[in-house]
C-alpha cells in the first residue's frame, strides 16, 4: 500500500544545531507539503513542492528550506534551530497542487533546547 | 491575510449527541477543507467543500461562501469522533499559488 512516512518521529537538539527532517511518500504525488502544528495556531504552511527542483516558500518558512531531488522525498532542514521551532511538524502530499485530498503523515515531534 | 476562526474551542459531547461545528473566515477562497485530528495526531481529510453541502455517513458539511462560513454537523457522537476538528482555506493568489491557511481548530470529546 501507498503510504507517507516521516523520520524521525521524535528528536531533541540544541540551539544552534542544524537538523533534518525526512519525508518519504510512495504515492508518487508530485505535490509535497510541510507544516508545523503549535498550540493555538492549528497548521501552517511552511514550503511546499510541486515537483522535483520546485520549491516554494509557505506562511512560516524563516529559518527552513527544503530541496527536491525526486519525487519520494522532500526534507525539511532547520539550518540554525531555535527555541521557537520546538513543535510537531507534519509532511503531507496530494495528487494536486491544492489541499485536496492531501494525506499526511504521522508528524515529527521536535523540541530544541 | 485571511483569518480563519472556528468555534467552539472545546466542546464536550455525551455519546449520542449531535453537534455543529464552525468555521468562519474574513476573505473569498477558492478551497475549503475540514480535516479530523485524532488523539494519536494522525489527520484525516473530512469533506473538500468550496459550496454546498455534503454528506459521508454521520458527518455532514455546509460551506455558504458568500458569507463566508462554513459548517461541519456531526450526528449520533461515538467516542471515535473525539479530537480535533480543522478547517482549512485556500485562495489562488495572483502571484502565488495556492496558499493553506488553518483554522485553530475545535476539540472535541465525546465520552461514553
Known amino acids: 500500500d501507498a503510504e507517507i512516512t516521516q523520520s524521525p518521529r521524535h528528536k531533541i537538539t540544541e540551539t544552534g544545531r542544524q537538523v533534518t527532517l525526512a519525508c518519504h511518500q510512495t504515492?508518487?504525488?508530485?505535490?509535497m507539503f510541510w507544516y508545523r502544528q503549535d498550540l493555538g495556531h492549528g497548521l501552517r504552511l511552511i514550503h511546499y513542492?510541486?515537483?522535483?527542483?520546485?520549491?516554494n516558500k509557505g506562511e512560516v518558512s524563516d529559518g527552513y528550506s527544503v530541496s527536491r531531488s525526486n519525487t519520494e522525498d522532500l526534507p525539511l532542514t532547520l539550518e540554525s534551530a531555535a527555541s521557537s521551532q520546538t513543535s510537531v511538524y507534519f509532511c503531507?502530499?496530494?495528487?494536486?497542487?491544492?489541499?485536496?485530498?492531501?494525506?499526511f503523515g504521522p508528524g515529527t515531534r521536535l523540541t530544541v533546547t | 491575510g485571511i483569518q480563519v476562526e472556528q468555534s467552539p474551542p472545546d466542546l464536550i459531547l455525551q455519546e449520542g449527541a449531535n453537534s455543529t461545528l464552525r468555521c468562519n473566515f474574513s476573505?473569498?477562497?477558492?478551497?475549503l477543507q475540514w480535516f479530523h485530528q485524532n488523539p494519536w495526531g494522525q489527520l484525516i481529510n473530512l469533506f473538500y467543500?468550496?459550496?454546498g453541502t455534503k454528506q459521508n455517513g454521520r458527518l455532514s458539511a455546509t460551506t455558504v461562501a458568500t458569507e463566508r462560513y462554513s459548517l461541519l454537523y456531526i450526528s449520533s457522537s461515538q467516542t471515535t469522533d473525539s479530537g480535533v476538528y480543522f478547517c482549512?482555506?485556500?485562495?489562488?493568489?495572483?502571484?502565488?499559488?495556492?496558499?493553506?491557511?488553518f483554522g485553530p481548530g475545535t476539540s472535541l470529546s465525546v465520552i461514553p
Open positions: 503531507a502530499s496530494s495528487e494536486y497542487r491544492s489541499s485536496y485530498e492531501q494525506y
Open positions: 504515492w508518487n504525488h508530485n505535490n
Open positions: 513542492s510541486y515537483g522535483v527542483q520546485d520549491t
Open positions: 476573505d473569498s477562497v477558492n478551497n
Open positions: 467543500i468550496p459550496s
Open positions: 482549512a482555506v485556500e485562495r489562488t493568489l495572483r502571484t502565488s499559488y495556492d496558499k493553506v491557511i
